[in-house]
Every structure is written in structure tokens, then in C-alpha cells.
């Protein structure tokens, strides 16, 4: 199973100010075939279903507001919050998706400094 | 719009048994591969298993291999998870949730509101 470790586990950070989170994975999600990183990040909010942010390691979803951003390639990876917004509180989780079994990371849990 | 509603979550003793429903509309249900997630309190995700829209394949997380099968009657537009000799590492909020892609291995873009399986005495 490929193990995908986040940190922090949890950051606080002023509103406006920028967010940065990590996730690591135990060996390359990175497919040369297509030149793509199969990791995905998602928002979790209490009591809401997770929903889906960046999948393709950078490429935002419909409707995700611009200052969310990933990056990163191989094992490595970033989730930004360019600019904290108080509705952005919440647990982040990346997610491999380069082979079954799927598996998150631990989460960070991002809050209001 | 894509809607996925999970239903069968309940109290039951460990060692029971129990099985949730997953009820999709808004897209073509058998095109698409469906995994169930599950949530215990305090913790974090954990994938549990997907099916493929035609059924043809399965995988499980560890965890749950030889205890959860997953099924699905797309004639019915629902997918299906039962739970066997459950514990109480099994007491979670457990979602349903559509691949984004027509492949097992791809992000989940869809998710259920969930359904919460507490398992005690």
C-alpha cells in the first residue's frame, strides 16, 4: 500500500495570510506514460462529506476558488491557501490514487490564528 | 446534479451485522466506479472498498477484506456495502462516493451526506 504522511498536523494561521500544508508519499505517484501525479486533495468540514479540491496534484475542481492551489510532483506535494478565508477552516487530506488501495493521508486541520 | 444518499447506518452489537444502501440519481449510475469511505470519530478518512460499474472489479482496504462486500444493482442505481462480524473499530460515519474518472483508481468527486454505524453493547 502506497502511505501518504501530511504535515503539519494541524497549522493556524492569520486571516489573509498564506497556508501552506505538505503531503509525502511513500513511493512516486508520478505516471511518465501521461506525465501525470495521481494525487487529489480534498476539504472536510464538520459534519459535510469531503469534497473533492485538486485532483492531478494542481488542476483545481469546477467551482474551487482560485486561491487553493497544489503543487508538487513525484513524492512530494503542496496544497496553498494564498489568502485564509474564514470558511476555509477545516481538515485537508491528499489522497494517492496511482494504484488501489486509494489511501489519505492523516489530514491537517487548519484553523484562525 | 448528482446526488448519492446513504441509508442503513445503525446501532448494532459487535459481532453483528448490518447493510448500507447508497441511492445515486443524476448520472448514468453503471458507468462509473462507486468506493465506500469511512470516518471514526476523531480520525481520519480511510478508503474501504470500490466496485467497478460492471462488477468486474473489486477491491477491498485490508482492514475490512473477508468481513465487507461491496455490491452494486445498477438496474436500481444503487450501490451496497455489507458489513460482517463488525467491532468497535467499525463505529463510523461511512459515505459513498463516485469515481471522477470511468476507472477504480481515480479521485472521488461525488460524495454522500453519510450514514453513521455505531457498534456497541
Known amino acids: 500500500d502506497i502511505v501518504m504522511t501530511q504535515s503539519p498536523d494541524s497549522l493556524a494561521v492569520s486571516l489573509g495570510e498564506r497556508a501552506t500544508f505538505n503531503c509525502k508519499s511513500g513511493q512516486s505517484v508520478f505516471f511518465p506514460s501521461n506525465n501525470k501525479n495521481y494525487v487529489a486533495w480534498y476539504q472536510k468540514k464538520p459534519g459535510q462529506p469531503p469534497k473533492l479540491l485538486i485532483s492531478?496534484?494542481?488542476i483545481r475542481e469546477s467551482g474551487v476558488p482560485d486561491r487553493f492551489s497544489g503543487s508538487g510532483s513525484g513524492t512530494d506535494f503542496t496544497l496553498t491557501i494564498s489568502s485564509l478565508q474564514a470558511e476555509d477552516v477545516a481538515v485537508y487530506y491528499c489522497?494517492?490514487?496511482?494504484?488501489?488501495?486509494?489511501?489519505f493521508g492523516g489530514g491537517t486541520k487548519v484553523e484562525i490564528k | 446534479e448528482v446526488q448519492l444518499l446513504e441509508s442503513g447506518g445503525d446501532l448494532v452489537p459487535p459481532g453483528g451485522s448490518l447493510r448500507l444502501s447508497c441511492a445515486a440519481s443524476g448520472f448514468t449510475f453503471a458507468a462509473y466506479p462507486m468506493s465506500w469511505v469511512r470516518q471514526a470519530p476523531g480520525k481520519g478518512l480511510e478508503w474501504l472498498s470500490v466496485?467497478?460499474?460492471?462488477?468486474?472489479?473489486?477491491h477491498y482496504a485490508e482492514s475490512v477484506k473477508g468481513r465487507f462486500t461491496v455490491s452494486r444493482d445498477n438496474s436500481r442505481n444503487t450501490l451496497y456495502l455489507q458489513m460482517n462480524a463488525l467491532g468497535a473499530a467499525d463505529t463510523a460515519v461511512y459515505y459513498c462516493a463516485r469515481a471522477s474518472l470511468f476507472l477504480s483508481e481515480a479521485p472521488l468527486d461525488f460524495w454522500g451526506q453519510g450514514t453513521l454505524v455505531t457498534v456497541s453493547s
Open positions: 492531478w496534484a494542481s
Open positions: 466496485i467497478s460499474g460492471s462488477y468486474n472489479k473489486i
Open positions: 489522497q494517492q490514487y496511482y494504484t488501489l488501495p486509494l489511501t
